[in-house]
């Protein structure tokens, strides 16, 4: 079996055996070292939510348990905390989406 990983530095999509989960590999790309994650499955009937970079706007499906935590973009690498009070979903709850950000005011 195998677990997939993408690479933080070119976003290169690679499917790595899971006899390397916890260790670092590097990018065959670009050569950005990554960390190879065993995934760990949701329970049933876990609840998700989607959270999007500011910067970047790059969405993430993360489970609700990780509210109020802080976590990096993957394509830009800002930081932000994953909101408390943005609710959690079920699997079939559409995502909300952020506003354009053409109708943010400043």
């Known amino acids: 079996m195998s677990i997939t990983v993408q690479c933080p530095g070119c976003g290169k999509t690679?499917?790595?055996?899971e006899s390397?989960?916890?260790?670092?590999?590097?990018?065959?790309?670009?050569?950005?070292?990554?960390?190879?994650?065993?995934p760990v499955?949701?329970?049933?009937?876990s609840t998700t939510m989607v959270v999007a970079c500011a910067s970047y706007g790059k969405e993430y499906t993360v489970a609700s348990e990780f509210a109020g935590k802080k976590t990096a973009c993957t394509r830009c690498g800002a930081?932000?905390?994953i909101p408390v009070g943005d609710g959690p979903r079920n699997e079939s709850t559409?995502?909300?989406?952020?506003p354009p950000k053409s109708s943010i005011t400043r």
Request: contains cysteine.
């Open 79 to 81: 930081k932000f905390r």
């Open 14 to 17: 690679y499917a790595i055996d």
């Open 41 to 45: 499955a949701a329970p049933r009937g």
């Open 20 to 38: 390397y989960a916890g260790k670092r590999v590097a990018c065959k790309q670009c050569g950005q070292a990554m960390r190879v994650v065993s």
């Open 94 to 98: 559409p995502p909300r989406r952020p």
